[in-house]
């Protein structure tokens, strides 16, 4: 559904962006998987069902996978160690 | 704001439990996460975030701010203590644009959250958390962790509040004085 206003703020992920759509499903799954394990501790940025980049530091992981992905936009996340609390 | 009547159900994201809670029997910690685009007037970013019914307030991560190009110490308002489970961190609040991201990024309800920004570092809280004001009160949230005889399967499910209650025949906390008609 469109947003009824916009704020200042409001994103816009329009089609005809250099963000071609990608399947929050297949991401989610992703982090569903065993292999999430792998990077607990860790910033990921996921396309797809990939991980593109990962690492301790969120500036190095979007830079590394800016320069993979070519304008998509990759979504981040950070995998908690051990359980969370918040 | 939000669309009235939007509402949508996800699955929970079952994220592997750490070793120590699998010995426990606790194989899978059912996680409520939505897709979410953050915008700080023209700087857009995408993080998965945790829909935390037991945080007072929505929480940016320091680092995720600085993608935003947003510096918590330059943000005015007072200095909020945000106690967590073993940490306090000193925290300003930050009004940003956020977009619920469906199947095909379409933004299907675009909101103003105020998140708390810790001031300094803390890299020890890095998860993305919608909390409780405002976000429950724009959507009923339901958690369906029962739904089936699975238990590592449940989903939830957010729905947009389109019609409230009149708050004078609402039930109030008995800490609230009643008022001098007796009326609740």
Same mark, same amino acid.
């Given at each position: 559904?469109?947003?009824?206003?916009?704020?200042?703020?409001?994103?816009?992920?329009?089609?005809?962006?250099? $963000?071609?759509?990608?399947?929050?499903?297949?991401?989610? &799954?992703? #982090?569903?998987?065993? +292999?999430?394990?792998?990077? %607990?501790?860790?910033?990921?940025?996921?396309?797809?069902?990939?991980?593109?980049?990962?690492?301790? $530091?969120?500036?190095?992981?979007?830079?590394?996978?800016? &320069?993979? #992905?070519?304008?998509? +936009?990759?979504?981040?996340? %950070?995998?908690?160690?051990?359980?969370?609390?918040? | 704001?939000?669309?009235?009547?939007?509402?949508?159900?996800?699955?929970?994201?079952?994220?592997?439990?750490?070793?120590?809670?699998?010995?426990?029997?606790?194989?899978?910690?059912?996680?409520?996460?939505?897709?979410?685009?953050?915008?700080?007037?023209?700087?857009?970013?995408?993080?998965?975030?945790?829909?935390?019914?037991?945080?007072?307030?929505?929480?940016?991560?320091?680092?995720?701010?600085?993608?935003?190009?947003?510096?918590?110490?330059?943000?005015?308002?007072?200095?909020?203590?945000?106690?967590?489970?073993?940490?306090?961190?000193?925290?300003?609040?930050?009004?940003?644009?956020?977009?619920?991201?469906?199947?095909?990024?379409?933004?299907?309800?675009?909101?103003?959250?105020?998140?708390?920004?810790?001031?300094?570092?803390?890299?020890?809280?890095?998860?993305?958390?919608?909390?409780?004001?405002?976000?429950?009160?724009?959507?009923?949230?339901?958690?369906?962790?029962?739904?089936?005889?699975?238990?590592?399967?449940?989903?939830?499910?957010?729905?947009?509040?389109?019609?409230?209650?009149?708050?004078?025949?609402?039930?109030?906390?008995?800490?609230?004085?009643?008022?001098?008609?007796?009326?609740?």
């Amino acid at each position: 559904m469109k947003p009824t206003r916009k704020t200042p703020n409001a994103p816009v992920s329009s089609p005809g962006t250099a $963000s071609p759509p990608s399947d929050p499903a297949q991401e989610l &799954a992703f #982090l569903s998987s065993e +292999k999430v394990l792998t990077y %607990a501790g860790e910033w990921v940025a996921i396309a797809g069902s990939k991980v593109v980049a990962h690492g301790p $530091s969120l500036l190095k992981v979007r830079r590394e996978a800016e &320069a993979k #992905l070519k304008g998509r +936009k990759p979504t981040f996340f %950070a995998v908690p160690k051990g359980a969370a609390t918040y | 704001m939000a669309t009235a009547g939007w509402r949508a159900s996800y699955p929970f994201v079952r994220i592997p439990a750490p070793q120590g809670a699998r010995e426990q029997g606790f194989e899978f910690i059912l996680t409520p996460i939505v897709k979410i685009e953050i915008a700080n007037l023209e700087q857009r970013e995408r993080f998965f975030a945790v829909v935390d019914s037991g945080a007072d307030y929505s929480y940016l991560p320091s680092e995720a701010a600085q993608l935003l190009g947003l510096d918590a110490a330059s943000l005015t308002g007072s200095t909020v203590e945000n106690r967590g489970i073993g940490a306090t961190v000193e925290s300003r609040f930050a009004t940003l644009g956020v977009s619920l991201l469906g199947e095909h990024e379409e933004p299907e309800t675009t909101l103003e959250i105020p998140f708390l920004v810790p001031v300094h570092p803390d890299p020890e809280s890095r998860v993305v958390l919608l909390g409780r004001h405002p976000f429950f009160r724009l959507f009923d949230v339901r958690f369906r962790m029962g739904y089936t005889d699975d238990p590592t399967l449940g989903k939830w499910s957010l729905e947009r509040v389109v019609k409230r209650r009149d708050s004078r025949r609402y039930w109030k906390p008995a800490a609230f004085p009643r008022p001098a008609n007796g009326r609740p």
